[in-house]
C-alpha cells in the first residue's frame, strides 16, 4: 500500500496530540510524520508509532515534500500557513474556522457528505466540533422525513476550548474541593462546579459565534442551507466529550422505533437508549470512544411531527481530531482509484 | 403583629434546613418552631433564630398547635402525615409531589398565580423545583403575547436529588482529582465531571418522571392546561442551582425589548443579559440568591415568533424553601386580611 508523508501543525494542542494518537491507533500510511508547533515547542520530542520525532517550527517551508497536512491550529495561524502547504502539493485539512465557510473548500463530516471531497482545490474543513457530532448523529434519521426545524441545547466539554481549558477545570476543581475559591484565568467565569453560556463573543444576531457557527456549518454538512435551527451552546464541567440536547421537527410523522431502526445501523453512531435501564449517552462513557451515541428518543409531546433525542460525543475524536484522520483516509482511498485508473 | 407556630418537617434535609434559613432570615413571625424528622435524628439539637432546638420524632400527633406545618419530606412522608397536620387545624405547604396535582391543592409559584391560594383546603402544594424558576421567570412574558409552545432544557444540580446527592458530587470530584476513580452510590452514574439523563425512571410516554412533572406542573402554575411543552432534564455536576434554555414559541411576533422590559420589572427576577461582557446566568452566581435570572434573550432565528432565553435559579431557594416560605408569607397575609374584616 502506498505511504504518505504526513505534517501536523499544532501538535502539541489538545487537537494536534489526538491526531498523532489516531493516525497511529488506525494505521492510517503514513511514510514519514512531521511534527509541527510554535517557536515555543519546537526542539521538544515527541513519540510516534514507536518512534522519537523532534518538533519543528511551524513556517511557510513546513510542507516540501509533504502528501497530507493536518491543521490544529487557530483561525490566523491556518489562513497564514494553509495556502503554504497547498503550493508545496499537500492535501491541507484544517480543524480551524478558517476555510469551513469557503466555498472552495469542503466541509466534511464523511458519514454524511463524503461526496463533497471530489470538488477540494487543496483545502477541506474539519468541521466546528458540535456541527461534527450533531450531523453524523441525526443524518441517518433523514430517511425517516425532511428536517422541517432544529433546536439544540448543548453541553460542552472545556476541552472544546483546547488544553488550557481542560487544565483551567482540573486546577479550578482541585482548588475548591480543598477549600479555595476559583480563580478563573483562561475561561472569563469559574468552570468548576458551574456551566456558563459558551465563552465566544455574542455576534450581530444575539448569537455567540459558537452558535452561529453550529448553524451555519450543520446547513452546509447536510446540505440544507435554509433549514431552520435554533442552538444555545453552553459550557459545563466535563473534560472531553459534548453532549446535546435536539429536538427535530419533521415534515409528516415519524416513529421512535423507525428512528432506533435507522440509527441501530448508522456508520460513526451507537444506539444507547435502554429506558428500562436508564442509560443513555454521558459524555464520560464517550470519552475516548470513536462513535456517537444517541439515545432518549422519544415522540415530543408539544409536536406531532418531532422526536427529542440526546446525544454524546468525544469533542477530541469525532469532534475535531478522528473527523480530520477520516478525510485523510478518504483521500487516500480517492488518490488509490485515480491511479488505478 | 400576630405570631404563629411553625413546624418544620424533614428538618435535617437539604430543604429543611435550608426552609429554618429563610424563615429566619425574613423574619417571618414565629412564636414557636418545631423541628420534625425521622426516628434517626430525634434528640439531635439544631439552631434557630439563636435558640437551640431538639429535633422530634414525626409522627401523626406532632401537629397539635401548630398553625402552619412546612413539609420537606418525601412524597410518601408527606402523604402519611400532611392529613394530620390539617385535622390537627394546621395550614400544611407541602414541598414533596404527593398533593402537586390533586385537584383540591393549589400548586403555588406565589408571583405567578396567587390567587389559586384562595382555594385551598388545607394542604398547598410547593412545586417540582424547575416548575418554580422556570415559570416565575417566564411568565412576565405572556404580556407579550401567548404561549404558543415550550422547548426546555435543563442543566439540573444535585441538590435536586437532597444532601446525599450535593456530597456524591464533592466526594467524587475529591476522589477523582485526587486520581482515583469515581464509584456511584447515590446516582446510578458517575456524577463528577460527567452528567445524565435525569436520574428518575422513565415513564409510559418515553420522558422520566421529573420531565412529566414539569410538563403537568408548569401547565398548572400557569393556568394554561394544553400548554405544548417539551423537555429534556439532565443532571449536571452543579451544587445548587439549576439553569435551562427555554425556547418559548408565541401567537405572534414578540421583540427581545420588550421581554426585556417585562422581565426588568418582574418580581422575583433579575435580568442578566449583558451581551457586551458576556454575562449571562450561571448557576454558581444564583446560588444562595433570591431572585431567578434571565439572560441570552434573542430572537429564534428558526422561527419567527419565538425566543431564546437562559435562565438559572437557586434550586434550594425559589426551587423549594424560598417558594414554601413565600406561600406561607401570603398565607399570613391572607388571615390578616380576614381577620381585619
Not at 521538544?44 to 520525532?53: D, E, R, V
Not at 428536517?147 to 476550548?161: K, N
Not at 480563580?183 to 469559574?190: I, L, S
Not at 456549518?217 to 453532549?243: D, K, S, Y
Request: charged share 20%; with cysteine; net charge negative.
Amino acid at each position: 500500500m502506498k505511504q504518505y508523508s504526513v505534517a501536523v501543525a499544532g501538535v502539541t494542542g489538545a487537537v494536534g496530540s489526538e491526531m498523532l494518537k489516531v493516525l497511529e491507533r488506525r494505521n492510517f500510511p503514513v511514510s514519514h510524520l512531521k511534527a509541527l508547533a510554535s517557536g515555543r515547542s519546537a526542539g521538544k520530542q515527541i513519540t510516534f508509532a514507536g518512534q522519537t520525532l523532534t518538533i519543528e517550527e511551524l513556517n511557510a517551508a513546513s510542507f516540501d515534500g509533504i502528501d497530507i497536512a493536518l491543521f490544529a491550529t487557530d483561525t490566523p495561524i491556518s489562513k497564514e500557513f494553509a495556502p503554504a502547504a497547498v503550493a508545496a502539493g499537500a492535501v491541507v485539512i484544517d480543524n480551524s474556522s478558517a476555510y469551513r465557510m469557503d466555498p472552495a473548500c469542503p466541509l466534511v463530516v464523511p458519514e454524511v457528505n463524503a461526496d463533497a471531497m471530489r470538488d477540494h482545490t487543496g483545502i477541506i474543513a474539519n468541521p466546528n466540533c458540535v456541527a461534527a457530532i450533531l450531523t453524523v448523529a441525526i443524518n441517518p434519521l433523514r430517511k425517516l422525513g425532511n428536517f422541517r426545524r432544529l433546536v439544540i441545547s448543548t453541553y460542552q466539554s472545556t476541552s472544546g476550548a483546547g488544553a488550557p481549558g481542560m487544565q483551567e477545570l482540573w486546577e479550578q476543581t482541585k482548588t475548591v474541593v480543598d477549600g479555595g475559591t476559583a480563580e478563573p484565568k483562561f475561561f472569563q467565569h469559574p468552570i468548576a462546579f458551574n456551566l456558563f453560556s459558551h465563552n465566544t463573543t455574542i455576534e450581530e444576531n444575539g448569537y455567540n459565534g459558537e452558535e452561529n457557527k453550529v448553524i451555519c456549518e450543520a446547513r452546509r454538512i447536510l446540505g440544507l442551507p435554509e433549514l431552520p435551527v435554533t442552538v444555545t451552546c453552553v459550557r459545563v464541567p466535563v473534560l472531553r466529550a459534548h453532549t446535546m440536547t435536539v429536538n427535530i421537527e419533521f415534515d409528516g410523522p415519524v416513529s421512535v422505533e423507525a428512528a432506533r431502526d435507522a440509527l441501530s445501523n448508522a456508520p460513526g453512531v451507537k444506539l444507547q437508549d435502554d429506558r428500562a435501564n436508564n442509560r443513555f449517552p454521558m459524555p464520560l462513557a464517550v470519552s475516548e470512544l470513536d462513535d456517537v451515541e444517541v439515545g432518549r428518543i422519544r415522540q415530543d409531546l408539544s409536536c406531532p411531527n418531532a422526536l427529542d433525542l440526546f446525544i454524546a460525543g468525544d469533542q477530541l475524536l469525532k469532534g475535531a481530531a478522528l473527523n480530520a484522520v477520516q478525510i485523510a483516509e478518504m483521500w487516500v482511498a480517492q488518490q488509490a482509484r485515480v491511479s488505478s485508473k
